[in-house]
């Protein structure tokens, strides 16, 4: 199963909960599936879903999914130590885990090789931490939410991408909405 | 030991809101972080590295809350992207105080060398500027915090070694 495929089993339930979503070809899919006011796409700065999402989890009660990649996380390793330091149990951490640079061409991260996301994630202190299959990934972030628990999940999944207009909107527009629909 | 600026410069940024602060440490802003740490209406959540950190400060805007930075100027060499395609991009209004090593009374030669490019690369992003060298030069600070959030961008506030030395 690739991201795509993945992100279209997951509309179900994600889709009325808040998603900080990673740079290129994961927001324009989950753009193009699930348009919604509480997704904030990323249309640049490689990396930072996860802290992103994370702030907003520490500003604020509702719960927050980050959705960020392999490759991103790889970048910005360490702030997955912040996030086990300053536990916020309304923040899910989904690690879409397909071994590659999707948006760039599908060029291997290490995480497709030696490397384990999920023993880094436990390693920096982060408790709950699991590694599943990409089918089993909707039953798993549901569980998560309904745990209340924060949740680091590496979902593992195939690489490639399909083929799915960029992302015209404002970012000022995206910005706006989402900050309504965190206020909602 | 904090001094009376660190926590005149801690209540500042509490008088103004910021409720959200995020830093890497610097020598030259210890008594602030230790002012910080003793402060309940600022939640501090130190970073590894700044981009992080602003990745966490759009965040907490996003969420509701006031963010800042405390950095040092050498970071402003691994930021340049995020000031851009993220704290620019998305108009959030972010105060950098920044230790401004590397001027007059700095004993670390290598400090120098960013910063000989620290008002160029703040330049080059157009973000507002402001050197604090002289301790009255902090009387500013209340109106700085005001002005960033008034046009939504990143704002630096340089610290430079003559400015802790004099201050009290």
Same mark, same amino acid.
């Given at each position: 199963?690739?991201? @795509?495929?993945?992100?279209?089993?997951?509309?179900?339930?994600?889709?009325?909960?808040?998603?900080?979503?990673?740079?290129?070809?994961?927001?324009?899919?989950? @753009?193009?599936?699930?348009?919604?006011?509480?997704?904030?796409?990323?249309?640049?700065?490689?990396?930072?879903?996860?802290?992103? &999402?994370? &702030?907003? %989890?520490?500003?604020?009660?509702?719960?927050?999914?980050?959705?960020?990649?392999?490759?991103?996380?790889?970048?910005?390793?360490?702030?997955?130590?912040?996030?086990?330091?300053?536990?916020?149990?309304?923040?899910?951490?989904?690690?879409?885990?397909?071994?590659?640079?999707?948006?760039?061409?599908?060029?291997?991260?290490?995480? &497709?090789?030696?490397?384990?996301? %999920?023993?880094?994630?436990?390693?920096? &202190?982060?408790?709950?931490?699991?590694?599943?299959?990409?089918?089993?990934?909707?039953?798993?972030? %549901?569980?998560?939410?309904?745990?209340?628990?924060?949740?680091?999940?590496?979902?593992?999944?195939?690489?490639?991408?399909?083929?799915?207009?960029?992302?015209?909107?404002?970012?000022?527009?995206?910005?706006?909405?989402?900050?309504? %629909?965190?206020?909602? | 030991?904090?001094?009376?600026?660190?926590?005149?410069?801690?209540?500042?940024?509490?008088?103004?809101?910021?409720?959200?602060?995020?830093?890497?440490?610097?020598?030259?802003? +210890?008594?602030?972080?230790?002012?910080?740490?003793?402060?309940?209406?600022?939640?501090?959540?130190?970073?590894?590295?700044?981009?992080?950190?602003?990745?966490?400060?759009?965040?907490?805007?996003?969420?509701?809350?006031?963010?800042?930075?405390?950095?040092?100027?050498?970071?402003?060499?691994?930021?340049?992207?995020?000031? +851009?395609?993220?704290?620019?991009?998305?108009?959030?209004?972010?105060?950098?105080?920044?230790?401004?090593?590397?001027?007059?009374?700095?004993?670390?030669?290598?400090?120098?060398?960013?910063?000989?490019?620290?008002?160029?690369?703040?330049?080059?992003?157009?973000?507002?500027?402001?050197?604090?060298?002289?301790?009255?030069? +902090?009387?500013?600070?209340?109106?700085?915090?005001?002005?960033?959030?008034?046009?939504?961008?990143?704002?630096?506030?340089?610290?430079?070694?003559?400015?802790?030395?004099?201050?009290?």
């Amino acid at each position: 199963m690739i991201r @795509h495929d993945l992100l279209k089993t997951l509309i179900p339930v994600i889709s009325d909960q808040l998603v900080v979503c990673n740079i290129g070809a994961p927001s324009q899919e989950l @753009h193009s599936l699930d348009d919604q006011p509480t997704n904030f796409y990323m249309l640049g700065t490689m990396g930072l879903a996860s802290s992103i &999402g994370f &702030g907003l %989890a520490l500003a604020q009660d509702k719960p927050v999914i980050s959705i960020d990649g392999d490759g991103s996380v790889l970048t910005n390793l360490a702030t997955l130590s912040t996030i086990a330091n300053n536990p916020r149990d309304n923040f899910i951490l989904l690690i879409v885990d397909n071994g590659s640079y999707g948006s760039t061409g599908d060029q291997p991260t290490y995480a &497709g090789r030696r490397t384990s996301l %999920a023993a880094v994630a436990r390693a920096c &202190g982060c408790e709950t931490v699991i590694e599943v299959a990409a089918e089993d990934t909707p039953q798993a972030l %549901a569980d998560a939410l309904a745990a209340k628990r924060m949740t680091v999940i590496v979902s593992k999944c195939d690489s490639g991408n399909v083929q799915v207009p960029v992302i015209t909107m404002n970012p000022i527009t995206i910005r706006e909405r989402f900050m309504a %629909a965190v206020a909602e | 030991m904090a001094k009376e600026m660190d926590k005149r410069i801690i209540g500042d940024f509490v008088e103004n809101g910021v409720d959200f602060v995020t830093s890497v440490p610097c020598k030259q802003l +210890a008594g602030v972080i230790e002012v910080l740490d003793r402060t309940p209406a600022i939640k501090h959540v130190p970073s590894n590295k700044e981009d992080e950190g602003m990745g966490l400060c759009a965040g907490a805007y996003m969420g509701g809350m006031r963010p800042a930075i405390f950095m040092q100027n050498t970071a402003l060499g691994v930021v340049v992207n995020t000031l +851009a395609t993220l704290i620019q991009f998305y108009q959030i209004p972010l105060p950098m105080l920044i230790s401004y090593r590397g001027e007059v009374g700095e004993p670390v030669a290598c400090q120098v060398e960013m910063a000989l490019h620290t008002k160029a690369i703040l330049n080059q992003l157009h973000i507002p500027t402001y050197h604090f060298h002289r301790p009255e030069d +902090a009387d500013e600070l209340p109106g700085i915090l005001n002005h960033t959030r008034m046009c939504s961008k990143p704002v630096a506030i340089l610290t430079d070694a003559s400015f802790w030395r004099d201050a009290t």
